[in-house]
């Protein structure tokens, strides 16, 4: 079973800073990772995806996230917050083979961008 | 290719009544999902289909819930005997089979009064 852990439910930051959101999985086979933004009322829109390939991923909109096998981790970055960043982002892991399989997801992190 | 598709995007019902949910997945992606939301969690599976068949039903679907997938294009997903902890957002997305990743659609928000 894979299971991820999102640690802070929110995160302020101001304009311009650094943000780093934290996700933590465990999976007893190589897994996928995803993270996806999710905007009041709307669906989920993926950000960036890391399917064994590169440990480091590049997303849209200038976000990143590196997938350290060592730490479990797969913590998303973005240099330089906007305000447009705001909004609710959720950490998922399915199984790593197969094409896309079911994911389960974090609980979310909800990120506040203080001008 | 508008993506995939789901209505009602809000439904208010009473309490005791069966809803029933469509979801329009992009075309030609054979795997279906459904997940639940409820409010401050993250989505939940609920159950998939590949193509017309049901591959995986979650513990969460109950018996009060069913969903189809004939001729594996459209789904729906009823909801009987609707009860206040049923109220959600009901999200679904597909995938093409070899894909590694899914596409949300907007979501189906339900409130039972």
């Known amino acids: 079973a894979q299971s991820v852990t999102q640690l802070g439910s929110h995160v302020s930051v101001s304009e311009g800073a650094l943000v780093l959101l934290r996700c933590n999985y465990s999976?007893?086979?190589?897994?996928?990772l995803f993270w996806y933004v999710q905007y009041p009322n709307q669906g989920l829109q993926l950000l960036l995806k890391?399917?064994?390939?590169?440990?480091l991923v590049k997303g849209i909109n200038g976000f990143e996230a590196e997938f350290k096998k060592s730490e479990t981790s797969f913590h998303l970055t973005k240099p330089s917050a906007h305000m447009s960043d705001a909004a609710e982002y959720f950490c998922?892991?399915?199984?790593?083979?197969?094409?896309?399989?079911?994911?389960?997801f974090g609980t979310g992190t909800k990120l506040q961008v203080i001008p | 290719d508008t993506g995939v598709s789901q209505n009602p995007r809000h439904k208010i019902t009473k309490r005791g009544q069966n809803v029933t949910f469509r979801c329009d997945p992009i075309?030609?992606?054979?795997?279906l999902y459904w997940y639940r939301q409820t409010l401050g969690q993250g989505p939940e599976f609920l159950t998939y289909f590949q193509n017309e068949a049901q591959l995986e039903k979650s513990r969460l679907l109950s018996d009060r819930f069913s969903a189809e997938r004939p001729k594996g294009s459209f789904s729906t997903l009823e909801i009987q005997r609707t009860e206040q902890g049923d109220s959600a957002m009901y999200l679904c997305a597909s995938s093409p089979r070899t894909g590694t990743e899914a596409f949300f659609g907007q979501g189906t928000r339900l409130t039972v009064v």
């Open positions: 075309s030609e992606h054979n795997r």
């Open positions: 999976s007893s086979v190589p897994p996928y």
């Open positions: 890391y399917t064994s390939a590169a440990t």
């Open positions: 998922a892991v399915s199984l790593g083979s197969g094409g896309y399989q079911k994911v389960t």
